[in-house]
């Protein structure tokens, strides 16, 4: 595992969990973004193909345990897609003492329908490992109990555009081509808001990083809202 630009600020920081099978490069405009707004970012990269999400938080911990005791603010969380998941399942485990709020954009909450469909294939099996079997809608006792209900401020993006038309093909509308909107939402969340664009793009949409920034800094979304 590796870490980009990680930063010693007394600023608050955002620690950027990218989805699975994707890289801290995908968060590249969101860092940048998160910058210029005056947050010192964390945007790491993680094995999300070879483990589990239990393992995966154990091997994230060491650089987000220094970043939080590097800074003097709150810690905050911006996640894509599984790296809400994973942030989840960290921040049962090992919450900072100064958390800060939580912002998870297509993160499947409930499930990934697609995860649903494909998860017996060898293909998908070998392609996205272990943690590629925990986003199923239907989760075991194990996967169950890594994600506890939520005791802090999570503000959560979804998106309503597809890029996959076959694929996606069966999903419960509306939904971003990856996983349907009602399967973003949370129970306790404290803010939910839909725009224009799919999955992959969430992280790199204008809309969805000015919303980002705007619950980091108030704790609920612009009322100047695309969709809602």
């Known amino acids: ?135 199923v809608t239907r989760r075991d006792a194990a996967t169950s109990a890594l994600l506890p209900s939520i005791d802090y401020c999570a503000g959560i993006i979804a998106g309503n555009r597809s890029v996959y038309p076959i694929t996606s093909i069966g999903l419960p509308r509306p939904h971003d081509g990856r996983v349907s909107v009602a399967n973003t939402r949370l129970d306790g969340m404290a803010d939910h808001i839909v725009i224009r664009t799919s999955h992959p793009w969430l992280v790199r949409n204008r809309e969805a990083i000015a919303q980002t920034i705007a619950f980091l800094q108030e704790g609920r979304f612009s009322t100047n809202r695309q969709v809602d």
């Open 1 to 135: 595992m590796s870490e980009r630009r990680q930063a010693a600020s007394t600023l608050d920081g955002v620690v950027l969990l990218h989805g699975i099978s994707r890289t801290a490069r995908s968060f590249r405009r969101m860092e940048l973004a998160l910058r210029t707004a005056g947050f010192a970012p964390l945007n790491l990269d993680y094995d999300s193909r070879r483990k589990g999400l239990d393992a995966l938080a154990e091997d994230i911990h060491p650089s987000l345990d220094q970043f939080a005791r590097s800074l003097d603010g709150s810690v905050h969380f911006v996640c894509h897609s599984m790296g809400g998941l994973l942030a989840r399942v960290y921040l049962a485990r090992h919450r900072p003492a100064r958390l800060g709020r939580v912002v998870m954009l297509g993160t499947p909450n409930g499930g990934s329908e697609i995860a649903d469909r494909l998860k017996n294939l060898a293909a998908y099996r070998a392609y996205f490992g272990p943690a590629g079997q925990q986003l």
